[in-house]
């Protein structure tokens, strides 16, 4: 297991995430996973002993139940605060009062307090702000993230689902009044969808952002379970929660290569899948979800995956984005001015 800086700060987190969507199934989160506390405990024991130290929650996840469960999953195996980095997320409705959801200063406070007495801790690592809040100025949302980690409640800051130029504007306004500026940036990126390589990546390439992929096996869709013959696995979520969109005549030709390298390697199609997101530009660690140990560890083995430069152009080639305006005109304009390599 490799360990990377989290963005520009001294921090090293794994490069792969245990995440905790599967912890709990309460409400709306019953159809990505129902695991007791008994399995949580084991998964979380099994990324520990394999050496991810970095592990991803929101409070939203099982209505509160997964920040729960991690909380007593951590006090039950003995794992100090100290030999983890725990990130967690708020944004979503918490309840049914009006303020309840979003990102003012006001739930901002609220959520932090109700996410450290789930998971029993002192402090959150690194606090994501799970998606945008259309009526919130990000001037407001930026102070109550400053509050709360100058409060100590709150170490390091991350964003999660925002466009890229609403990444800068916010990092922009915390430099201006010297508040804690964003550190990492949580977003869809799989082989099936590199959409983020259009304006994020850039984006954290430019400004030593962390990416941090979720969601990396397109919600089980690369898992090597499904294909043009087999369009229902029987036993994966997609079956009955079809999410993150995919174009899936486009994914079918990609799960044909996962396929064909996986098994020159005698691995899965999710390890491959995972293999190559591993070493693309500005990932920093992929989170990783499981509701059975066979499956977590079959993706940790991914870390040690090596494709060829070969099966790479393969991938890279298959799963290629189509160009879009303005990216395909600055290429054009490119030409003449960039150093020959």
């Given at each position: 297991?490799?360990?990377?800086?989290?963005?520009?700060?001294?921090?090293?987190?794994?490069?792969?995430?245990?995440?905790?969507?599967?912890?709990?199934?309460?409400?709306?989160?019953?159809?990505?996973?129902?695991?007791?506390?008994?399995?949580?405990?084991?998964?979380?024991?099994?990324?520990?002993?394999?050496?991810?130290?970095?592990?991803?929650?929101?409070?939203?996840?099982?209505?509160?139940?997964?920040?729960?469960?991690?909380?007593?999953?951590?006090?039950?195996?003995?794992?100090?605060?100290?030999?983890?980095?725990?990130?967690?997320?708020?944004?979503?409705?918490?309840?049914?009062?009006?303020?309840?959801?979003?990102?003012?200063?006001?739930?901002?406070?609220?959520?932090?307090?109700?996410?450290?007495?789930?998971?029993n801790l002192s402090h959150i690592d690194l606090l994501?702000?799970?998606?945008?809040?259309?009526?919130?100025?990000?001037?407001?949302?930026?102070?109550?993230?400053?509050?709360?980690?100058?409060?100590?409640?709150?170490?390091?800051?991350?964003?999660?689902?925002?466009?890229?130029?609403?990444?800068?504007?916010?990092?922009?306004?915390?430099?201006?009044?010297?508040?804690?500026?964003?550190?990492?940036?949580?977003?869809?990126?799989?082989?099936?969808?590199?959409?983020?390589?259009?304006?994020?990546?850039?984006?954290?390439?430019?400004?030593?952002?962390?990416?941090?992929?979720?969601?990396?096996?397109?919600?089980?869709?690369?898992?090597?379970?499904?294909?043009?013959?087999?369009?229902?696995?029987?036993?994966?979520?997609?079956?009955?929660?079809?999410?993150?969109?995919?174009?899936k005549e486009k994914a079918y030709d990609i799960i044909?290569?996962?396929?064909?390298?996986?098994?020159?390697?005698?691995?899965?199609?999710?390890?491959?899948?995972?293999?190559?997101?591993?070493?693309?530009?500005?990932?920093?660690?992929?989170?990783?979800?499981?509701?059975?140990?066979?499956?977590?560890?079959?993706?940790?083995?991914?870390?040690?995956?090596?494709?060829?430069?070969?099966?790479?152009?393969?991938?890279?080639?298959?799963?290629?984005?189509?160009?879009?305006?303005?990216?395909?005109?600055?290429?054009?304009?490119?030409?003449?001015?960039?150093?020959?390599?």
């Amino acid at each position: 297991m490799k360990y990377n800086q989290l963005g520009k700060t001294g921090v090293l987190v794994s490069e792969l995430c245990l995440g905790t969507m599967t912890f709990g199934g309460k409400g709306y989160w019953k159809s990505i996973g129902e695991l007791p506390q008994d399995e949580v405990n084991k998964l979380t024991k099994t990324a520990i002993d394999s050496g991810i130290n970095f592990i991803d929650t929101a409070n939203a996840y099982s209505e509160g139940l997964s920040e729960s469960m991690l909380g007593n999953a951590l006090g039950s195996l003995g794992i100090s605060s100290q030999q983890v980095v725990i990130a967690t997320k708020l944004r979503l409705r918490m309840g049914s009062g009006a303020n309840q959801v979003g990102l003012s200063r006001l739930h901002i406070a609220d959520s932090v307090d109700d996410s450290l007495k789930r998971l029993n801790l002192s402090h959150i690592d690194l606090l994501y702000i799970h998606s945008v809040d259309p009526i919130t100025p990000l001037e407001e949302t930026m102070r109550g993230l400053e509050d709360v980690v100058r409060s100590g409640k709150v170490r390091y800051l991350g964003i999660s689902n925002h466009p890229a130029w609403m990444v800068a504007k916010a990092n922009g306004i915390a430099e201006k009044m010297g508040w804690t500026k964003f550190v990492a940036m949580q977003n869809y990126y799989s082989i099936a969808s590199r959409d983020v390589e259009r304006e994020l990546v850039p984006l954290a390439l430019s400004e030593g952002l962390a990416i941090m992929p979720w969601s990396p096996l397109a919600g089980g869709f690369l898992s090597g379970k499904f294909t043009r013959n087999n369009e229902v696995a029987g036993d994966s979520r997609r079956d009955t929660f079809d999410f993150p969109p995919v174009n899936k005549e486009k994914a079918y030709d990609i799960i044909d290569v996962l396929l064909q390298v996986g098994s020159a390697h005698k691995v899965s199609a999710a390890q491959v899948a995972l293999a190559y997101i591993l070493k693309k530009p500005a990932v920093t660690s992929i989170i990783i979800g499981a509701k059975k140990q066979e499956q977590m560890l079959d993706n940790i083995a991914a870390t040690k995956l090596e494709l060829t430069p070969d099966e790479t152009q393969q991938l890279d080639s298959i799963s290629a984005l189509t160009p879009e305006y303005p990216g395909w005109m600055l290429e054009r304009q490119a030409q003449g001015r960039l150093p020959k390599e």
